[in-house]
């Protein structure tokens, strides 16, 4: 067969397959299709499928076929993340920046201790430290990975329990935003690399004048020339921000955050966050499972994710009973909005996709990664939606 009609294969098992399982086995509940999708491609990747039936590996996911499936999934990720930073609302988080502050650096920084803390645990093992990295940007990374709040998917989630556009909904999308720049900041911080500084510093430079640039064209081009200029500039900041060795993922998540949401038709910024998720995310999930990886032994790689779980959930939680204190909520409160933050999912499946690639952290600890932020997301909905029943007055309150 060509390459083209293996290709097709490839596709047909990525949307059929994971489709099949959500709706006939009624999963949404506790498993959303995107989580589905994810699981998906780990049981199609090589610790599952691809160990017990290496010959269907071999010839569906041959190196042509993985080629251009990679491809897919650079361009539909940068978009995912690209959209992420364009809902980025700062402004909201500025008007109440005490409360956002509190809340946010809790939310951030007690997962991050806590991750961190098991990170350096895993360090006297060997098998979990990638080759090129350092000791502390492998505890930071995955310190960082525990502290992850998955903002797209958090909108869905908020969306699915109906409560994105009430008031408790767009004030965990302020806590949640402001810890999404922590975290690319931080994750740009690991990829620093001080032989290419100046390099580094020379595109950021260029990115600033650029950036000033192109926010003064865009309120100046009608609006639906905005949505194709937006994709060159994506596509151009990706590049330079690869070119330095920032890493792609990095230049996307700029590109959208220095554009207004105000600048597109609501309605259309969420048919594309939708469609994107719909057409070419399956694609990325596919291959970030076939990049799992059990040779240090399967019950390693899950006691691993189940301390980074912990420390996860826990560490969002801890952190949001605090700022309840601080700030004089209702009792619960923080727990709810806890158990939202707490959500990894995509967001946290890109960074462990950065570390991978820079080889900061192995295929092992990326799988113990992977599987934790698909139970911390698998979590959210089946907790929150009694809390939910028994605090209605809370969701409809503004603060």
Same mark, same amino acid.
């Given at each position: ?24 086995? /009624? ?19 090589? #610790? %599952? ?40 609302d700062l402004r909201k988080a500025w008007e109440h920046r005490r409360e956002s502050g509190i809340t946010a650096g809790l939310a951030l920084g007690v997962p991050l201790v806590l991750g961190a803390a098991a990170a350096l645990a895993l360090l006297s093992y060997p098998g979990w430290i990638g080759a090129k990295a350092t000791?502390?940007?492998?505890? =930071? ?12 998917? =958090? ?18 999308? /302020? ?9 690319? #900041? ?55 921000? +690869? ?7 990095? #230049? ?12 597109? +038709? ?13 057409? %070419? ?8 499972? =076939? ?13 691993v994710a189940a301390v980074l779980l912990v420390a996860s959930v826990a560490g969002k939680l801890i952190g949001l009973r605090l700022a309840g204190r601080l700030l004089k909520w209702q009792p619960g409160e923080g727990s709810l909005i806890g158990w939202l933050l707490q959500t990894k999912a995509l967001i946290m499946i890109?960074?462990?996709? %950065? ?33 939910? /029943? ?10």
């Amino acid at each position: 067969m060509s390459t083209s009609e293996i290709f097709l294969i490839a596709m047909l098992i990525i949307f059929s397959l994971p489709y099949l399982v959500w709706r006939l086995g /009624r999963t949404d509940y506790f498993a959303p299709l995107v989580v589905v999708q994810i699981i998906t491609g780990i049981v199609l990747g090589p #610790g %599952v499928l691809g160990a017990m039936f290496p010959d269907y590996y071999r010839f569906v996911f041959n190196g042509p076929v993985i080629q251009s499936l990679n491809g897919v999934a650079q361009w539909a990720v940068m978009m995912f993340v690209w959209i992420a930073g364009i809902e980025l609302d700062l402004r909201k988080a500025w008007e109440h920046r005490r409360e956002s502050g509190i809340t946010a650096g809790l939310a951030l920084g007690v997962p991050l201790v806590l991750g961190a803390a098991a990170a350096l645990a895993l360090l006297s093992y060997p098998g979990w430290i990638g080759a090129k990295a350092t000791q502390w940007q492998f505890v =930071l990374g995955i310190g960082m990975a525990c502290a992850v709040t998955a903002l797209p998917i =958090l909108i869905l989630l908020m969306e699915k329990l109906q409560i994105l556009r009430q008031p408790i909904g767009q004030r965990i999308l /302020r806590y949640a935003s402001l810890d999404d720049i922590a975290i690319w #900041g931080v994750l740009a911080l690991i990829l620093m690399d001080w032989e290419r500084v100046g390099k580094q510093a020379g595109f950021l430079v260029v990115f600033a004048i650029s950036a000033a640039a192109f926010r003064w064209l865009m309120v100046r081009v009608p609006e639906r020339d905005r949505w194709y200029a937006g994709l060159i500039w994506l596509a151009a900041c990706g590049l330079g921000a +690869d070119w330095c060795g920032l890493h792609y993922m990095v #230049g996307a998540f700029i590109a959208g955050a220095v554009m207004d949401a105000e600048w597109f +038709d609501q309605e259309q910024m969420d048919w594309l966050r939708h469609n994107v998720l719909l057409v %070419v995310m399956p694609v990325f999930f596919l291959s970030t499972g =076939l990049r799992t990886n059990w040779q240090v032994g399967g019950t390693a790689v899950f006691l691993v994710a189940a301390v980074l779980l912990v420390a996860s959930v826990a560490g969002k939680l801890i952190g949001l009973r605090l700022a309840g204190r601080l700030l004089k909520w209702q009792p619960g409160e923080g727990s709810l909005i806890g158990w939202l933050l707490q959500t990894k999912a995509l967001i946290m499946i890109i960074f462990a996709n %950065v570390l991978l690639d820079k080889a900061i952290i192995t295929n092992e600890t990326f799988t113990a990664l992977l599987v934790m932020a698909v139970a911390s997301t698998m979590l959210t909905v089946p907790v929150v939606t009694p809390k939910l /029943r028994r605090m209605a007055e809370i969701v409809f309150r503004s603060r």
